[in-house]
């Protein structure tokens, strides 16, 4: 019987184990990667990306935006769809025979209050998102429309 020394045992090939380091190094890659993406507030989206989605989803009504909506600011934006800490401007514009008309805009401070529009304008620092949406002007009339969303810090 053939007796094996102390050497021969435990052993690998150094491109098998160069190989098991790197998948275990991609696994590892992938994993933080996926959890990063899935962790909130880890989004690299700017975020009147995010606010102008969630303020679409409040004001849209079957996918479509009634004239009027932004009358009454306090009720067409819920705060929790407003972004903690910034300052938020929405506006929504149509076209017309004559034009773009506006319908209305709303300022939304950074505790979700909302505050006259008319007083204040976004600064050039604001991070702007401009979106085409569907505006119903009467019953059975869709005109095209503008929804824009301005976001800033204080």
């Known amino acids: 019987m053939p007796s094996s020394s102390r050497c021969d045992r435990g052993q690998t090939e150094p491109i098998a184990a160069l190989f098991a380091v790197v998948v275990i190094a991609i696994a590892i890659t992938t994993y933080g990667g996926v959890l990063m993406d899935l962790l909130p507030g880890q989004s690299d989206r700017a975020p009147a990306d995010v606010t102008a989605e969630r303020v679409w989803g409040q004001l849209e009504r079957d996918g479509v935006y009634d004239t009027g909506t932004l009358s009454n600011p306090s009720n067409a934006v819920d705060r929790s769809a407003l972004p903690r800490g910034f ?51 009467s019953p059975g009339v869709v005109e095209t429309g503008r929804l824009s969303v301005a976001v800033w810090e204080r």
């Open 87 to 137: 300052n938020v401007y929405v506006d929504v514009t149509y076209l017309t025979d004559d034009g773009w008309d506006a319908d209305g805009e709303a300022m939304y401070a950074p505790d979700g209050s909302v505050y006259d529009a008319g007083s204040v304008d976004p600064p050039e620092r604001a991070d702007v998102f401009v979106r085409p949406i569907p505006v119903r002007t």
